[in-house]
């Protein structure tokens, strides 16, 4: 049960209904919007809730699922059922897209059946003919239009309509040539149809000199159109024939339009399909705008909310630039009741239409604004009393009003439901209205039911403290700055904050003394201690996120250093193990040396002291240059880069110097080509290093000159799928730059616009490209897409 009968007006729902409606595609998914109606069934809630989370999953990873002709043809279903009735050729192609839309809703799904089970399970019922699609677009052109060749008899009247226009065309354009020289008719004249028929120009004056049938004159009278007596005869023919069109057309029409009537449920259903298929990316689009989310359901009689929003607050501010405070609440049987209290503007209202819409969304099967670990549980009934309701009519004030409320919610609130009730018993005499207020509030406990109750009253929220299945709650507020803070805390009662307010707005201090004698030391005290409390409260919790944040900083700042230090460890191993292998190279290359020498003083018979002698030597040189080449190369490495360093990307053999350094990018100068690199890709090499691999003239393992002849600034993506594009556009793209080629041309067709925009999504990955533009239409239009390097 759900009660007002305006609640969806006073929940905001209207406005979220009217949201959804925008995101829809078509009439077909509006139409389901109308039919969005509040539900207690678990398992039908869960299924639209999961529905609509995979409809998330596909936007959000950006798959190419149908976005456009959602055509309802529903109102053709009566022209399609009489015999001997035909469609329109406009409105067969609305058949023709809206069965295209159809067809590839049901590609994706079958390519797709283990991701998105749920809305796999909607094609289930479908049972789609493709041959009927075919019989239906092979006849039809892009624009809508039948082709010449849709029926053998048609390509043959329309040939002849062509042959006979033209011989039409050919006998004007020589009566206009004469009459010119004749000064007949204007200079810029040319051929015009006037019902149906060619006819030319002629000026008023002479039209007497012109043998023919007058068709109508100019708006100022000057000149006449004139149908020349030579022409009648093809003039006829033409007409004859665009007649015969017009009845072939219509055999065809028919025809087609007889292939639809045996189909009528089916279309029916496809309709059905298509509507609800828009209707659940509707509902996916509004949810990823509101940052909603599937929460979890809870096993029991109970409801834990984190992060939950408001979701027309969260538009509203997402507008502003501003951040909406989030809530966290919970409802369990032994606190089934939440009695919040607070300053008035301090968001209690809010927190009340926060509960009632989340959970009237939820059980509409909408995703909810709420964080994912989130706990939800379902109510057959919702009660609210939010807002004045007093009305001349009926004549009943606003306190009237309420109490009819009241009486409702008393009658039918049990354990199964959820009520709302905004401002408990104010409206009339505070004395009484504390005392019914709390009357009611002790049925409303008896009932088990849950809810959630907003009040100024101190009766209400001291009832609440002590008694079981009640829980107080109060909204913060920042007495020093006078500022709501919109966050609710439960455990404990909130203060109105109505003296401290005062004083600090300049209520003269000797009135709001008089004020407190009135009210009472007993309860000024107990505000007092109120509002002292929470203002401790703000302080410690203050106090507390800084240490915090100090902590998490002190965290990061850990982990990154033991990262660097582990990095340093790794890349210090890494350097010396590389300079102990070329060191150790470099050595066995001078022992083969010195082995050959020796073996040649061996040969000549010299002395084996100075034998000795010269082989001490060399072994003192080998441990030198092993330790030398060690160090150089270890402190070589170990240094930071700067300009004028020799360079090398890691895993490559290419070098070059660094001539700039702009932030995390070095400018590299590799031969005659210059080009930016990170900073973190590179490692210094040695000059020595650098002379050997023949860097001085030019950069080694790269044919500049051959690459930049071979490289062709055409590519054809035609005929790929989209996934074999993006790394062979990459490698294209990559080596256009490195070459310094400036103009480029991508052909992928027209087509359905798949390879168009893959590659144009792919190109704003580029800060190198200056510029992207379709062809001249002449030359490919949409089908080639023109690149500008900077």
């Known amino acids: 049960m759900l009660y007002p009968s305006n609640l969806e007006l006073k929940l905001g729902f ?72 035909y469609l329109l050729e406009e409105e067969l192609f609305d058949v023709i897209l809206s069965l295209k839309t159809l ?63 033209q011989r039409l065309r050919n006998v004007l354009d020589s009566i206009i040539t004469r009459t010119k020289k004749e ?85 029916r259903q496809y309709m059905q ?16 705008k509101i940052d909603a989310r599937k929460p979890q359901w809870s096993e029991k009689r109970e409801f834990n909310w984190q992060v939950a929003q408001h979701p027309l607050l969260l538009l509203k ?84 009003s309420h109490l009819i409320s009241m009486k409702h919610l008393l009658g039918h609130v049990n354990k199964q439901s959820l009520f709302l009730i905004d401002e408990f018993g104010t409206g009339t005499e505070p004395q009484y209205g504390a005392a019914i207020a709390e009357a009611i509030l002790m049925e409303l406990k008896a009932s088990k039911g849950m809810g959630v109750i907003t009040t100024h009253y101190g009766n209400l929220k001291e009832y609440a403290d002590k008694n079981e299945g009640l829980v107080n709650g109060a909204m913060k507020y920042d007495l020093k700055n006078l500022q709501p803070l919109y966050e609710l805390e439960i455990g404990k009662p909130g203060s109105s904050f109505a003296l401290e307010i005062a004083g600090k707005i300049g209520l003269p201090n000797q009135t709001i003394e008089n004020a407190k004698k009135r009210i009472g030391i007993k309860q000024v005290s107990f505000d007092q201690m109120l509002g002292q409390l929470q203002i401790q409260q703000r302080e410690l919790e203050l106090s507390e996120k800084k240490v915090k944040t100090r902590e998490k900083e002190l965290d990061e700042l850990t982990a990154q250093y033991a990262q660097l230090k582990e990095h340093i460890e790794r890349q210090e191993k890494k350097i010396l193990n590389e300079a102990k292998q070329k060191a150790n190279a470099i050595v066995k290359e001078a022992n083969k040396e010195v082995e050959r020498v020796i073996r040649e003083i ?62 995390k990018d070095a400018e590299l100068s590799i031969g005659e080509l210059t080009s930016f690199v990170r900073l973190n890709r590179l490692e210094k090499v040695t000059r020595k290093a650098y002379k050997q691999q023949g860097q001085s003239g030019g950069f080694s393992g790269y044919d500049y000159a051959s690459k930049q002849a071979e490289f062709s600034s055409k590519i054809d993506l035609r005929g790929m799928r989209a996934e074999e594009v993006v790394p062979l556009l990459s490698s294209w793209l990559d080596e256009a730059i490195l070459l310094g080629i400036r103009d480029l041309q991508i052909v992928h067709g027209k087509g359905n616009g798949v390879l168009r925009q893959v590659t144009r999504d792919h190109l704003k990955n580029y800060k190198e490209v200056a510029s992207v533009k379709d062809e001249h239409a002449d030359r490919g239009g949409a089908g080639v897409t023109l690149v500008t390097l900077k």
């Open 273 to 288: 399909f298509l509507g609800l298929i828009d209707f659940i990316r509707a509902k996916a689009r509004f949810a990823i």
């Open 183 to 267: 000064g007949y008719t204007p200079e810029d004249v040319s051929v015009t149809i006037r019902n149906g028929r060619m006819v030319i120009p002629v000026l008023a004056e002479y039209k007497r000199r012109v043998k023919g049938f007058i068709h109508g004159e100019s708006a100022t009278g000057q000149t006449v159109y004139l149908e020349p007596t030579e022409v009648f005869a093809i003039n006829n023919e033409v007409q004859e024939l665009e007649y015969a069109e017009q009845r072939e057309v219509v055999r065809i029409l028919m025809e087609l339009t007889s292939y639809l009537r045996p189909e009528i449920e089916n279309l």
């Open 602 to 663: 061996q040969e000549k018979k010299a002395e084996k002291a100075a034998v000795k002698k010269q082989r001490e030597k060399l072994e003192k040189l080998k441990q030198e240059t092993t330790v030398e080449q060690e160090y150089e190369l270890a402190r070589v490495q170990s240094e930071a880069i700067a300009i004028g360093d020799y360079v090398k990307l890691k895993g490559q053999d290419t070098i070059g110097q660094v001539v700039n350094i702009k932030g």
């Open 14 to 85: 209207d406005k979220i209904r009217e949201s959804l409606k925008e995101a829809c595609e078509s009439n077909l998914g509006k139409s389901f919007v109308d039919k969005i109606r509040f539900s207690s069934d678990k398992n039908s809630i869960d299924k639209w809730l999961s529905q609509t989370d995979e409809f998330v999953q596909i936007i959000e990873s950006k798959e190419l699922f149908p976005n456009s002709n959602y055509i309802d043809i529903s109102p053709l279903f009566g022209k399609i059922r009489v015999d001997n009735s």
């Open 317 to 400: 501010h997402k507008e502003l630039g501003k951040a909406v405070v989030p809530l966290n609440i919970y409802l369990e049987p032994q606190k089934r009741i939440l009695i919040i209290s607070g300053p008035n503007a301090g968001g209690k209202s809010v927190c009340l239409k926060t509960v009632g819409l989340l959970q009237y969304m939820l059980q509409c099967g909408l995703l909810v604004s709420v964080h994912e670990s989130s706990r939800f549980t379902l109510f057959k009934d919702l009660f609210i009393d939010i807002g004045d309701e007093q009305s001349i009519e009926n004549d009943l004030s606003t306190y009237s």
């Open 103 to 165: 067809n590839k809703c049901l590609d994706f799904f079958q390519q797709k059946r283990e991701s998105y089970p749920h809305l796999v399970e909607l094609t289930y019922p479908i049972l789609f003919d493709e041959d009927l699609l075919w019989s239906l677009a092979r006849v039809f052109d892009e624009r809508g239009k039948l082709k010449d060749n849709a029926s053998d008899r048609l390509y043959e009247i329309r040939k002849g309509i062509l042959s006979e226009k």
